[in-house]
């Protein structure tokens, strides 16, 4: 919900379950429909003519004239775990009344606002304050709230309560764009990484092609040479044997070895 301020605190609301942004005058009368969207506006905030909003759907916060009119413009994108959306300008609200009359108060546990710049205190159950504004009871100090994570432009709150910054931002809260050493770096690295990638598929693929035909030249070795020891022969001319084999001939002397019968006898004597 956001009051316009600046146009007789009109009240504008985001309605997630209509997909809608509807505003109405504080007396209840003048209801428009300002924005229907299927992005399903969430957290809204109105500001001079503009009406900011943001969708937890696309992490998106948007902007458009706040009666409704001309085309919605894209402010952010990618926006993490968004609740609200406030603009922050000196004079985007009114200073004076956003005065507490409990500044001035001394109560001890609770004070509330009344009417009329008024206060009241308020203490636990039981307990009545005193003329002073105490309490005669004990007293619990207040839990430390939070820290709030201040990281922007995308940046991400680490544990230790620093940013991780993109790739196109730095500083402590990454609010300074990158210089442009540091992005050609970031380019560098990126471009070196992939070259890196594809030499080694390269080296790899070379590698295999490599091995398959290694192993091809050899089965068709092996293959030669058992057709060739299948074509060796065995023949008789009378007293001679001769044995003919292609893989133990020599290529200078093509003819065969013979041997006699009595060669034979006297080799087996």
Same mark, same amino acid.
């Given at each position: 919900?956001?009051?316009?301020?600046?146009?007789?605190?009109?009240?504008?609301?985001?309605?997630?379950?209509?997909?809608?942004?509807?505003?109405?005058?504080?007396?209840?009368?003048?209801?428009?429909?300002?924005?229907?969207?299927?992005?399903?506006?969430?957290?809204?905030?109105?500001?001079?003519?503009?009406?900011?909003?943001?969708?937890?759907?696309?992490?998106?916060?948007?902007?458009?004239?706040?009666?409704?009119?001309?085309?919605?413009?894209?402010?952010?994108?990618?926006?993490?775990?968004?609740?609200?959306?406030?603009?922050?300008?000196?004079?985007?609200?009114?200073?004076?009344?956003?005065?507490?009359?409990?500044?001035?108060?001394?109560?001890?546990?609770?004070?509330?606002?009344?009417?009329?710049?008024?206060?009241?205190?308020?203490?636990?159950?039981?307990?009545?304050?005193?003329?002073?504004?105490?309490?005669?009871?004990?007293?619990?100090?207040?839990?430390?709230?939070?820290?709030?994570?201040?990281?922007?432009?995308?940046?991400?709150?680490?544990?230790?309560?620093?940013?991780?910054?993109?790739?196109?931002?730095?500083?402590? @809260?990454?609010?300074?764009? !990158?210089? *442009? &050493?540091?992005?050609?770096?970031?380019?560098?690295?990126? $471009?070196?990484? +992939?070259?890196?990638?594809?030499?080694?598929?390269?080296?790899?693929?070379?590698?295999?092609?490599?091995?398959?035909?290694?192993?091809?030249?050899?089965?068709?070795?092996?293959?030669?040479?058992? @057709?060739?020891?299948?074509? !060796?022969? *065995? &023949?008789?001319?009378?007293?001679?044997?001769?044995?003919? $084999?292609?893989? +133990?001939?020599?290529?200078?002397?093509?003819?065969?070895?013979?041997?006699?019968?009595?060669?034979?006898?006297?080799?087996?004597?």
């Amino acid at each position: 919900m956001a009051v316009d301020e600046g146009k007789g605190n009109r009240i504008y609301w985001a309605d997630p379950k209509y997909r809608k942004i509807d505003s109405v005058n504080p007396d209840g009368s003048d209801r428009q429909t300002i924005v229907r969207d299927k992005n399903t506006p969430y957290a809204i905030d109105v500001f001079e003519n503009h009406l900011y909003w943001v969708s937890r759907e696309t992490k998106t916060l948007y902007v458009q004239d706040k009666f409704g009119r001309g085309r919605v413009s894209v402010l952010a994108s990618d926006l993490e775990d968004v609740h609200a959306v406030r603009v922050s300008q000196r004079y985007a609200r009114d200073s004076t009344r956003a005065k507490s009359s409990c500044a001035e108060a001394r109560c001890s546990h609770i004070c509330v606002q009344l009417p009329n710049d008024g206060f009241a205190c308020l203490c636990p159950d039981n307990v009545f304050p005193g003329t002073d504004g105490s309490c005669g009871s004990a007293r619990v100090d207040a839990l430390i709230m939070p820290k709030q994570c201040t990281c922007t432009n995308g940046g991400k709150c680490k544990l230790d309560g620093t940013c991780e910054c993109p790739p196109d931002f730095e500083g402590e @809260n990454c609010e300074k764009s !990158s210089t *442009v &050493s540091r992005k050609l770096i970031g380019r560098l690295s990126e $471009n070196l990484l +992939l070259a890196l990638f594809l030499l080694l598929v390269l080296f790899a693929c070379v590698g295999l092609v490599g091995f398959v035909g290694v192993n091809l030249y050899r089965k068709r070795a092996l293959l030669s040479k058992k @057709n060739e020891a299948a074509d !060796s022969s *065995v &023949s008789f001319h009378g007293n001679v044997i001769s044995f003919s $084999n292609p893989a +133990l001939d020599s290529k200078q002397d093509p003819n065969p070895i013979e041997y006699s019968m009595q060669q034979i006898a006297a080799a087996e004597a």
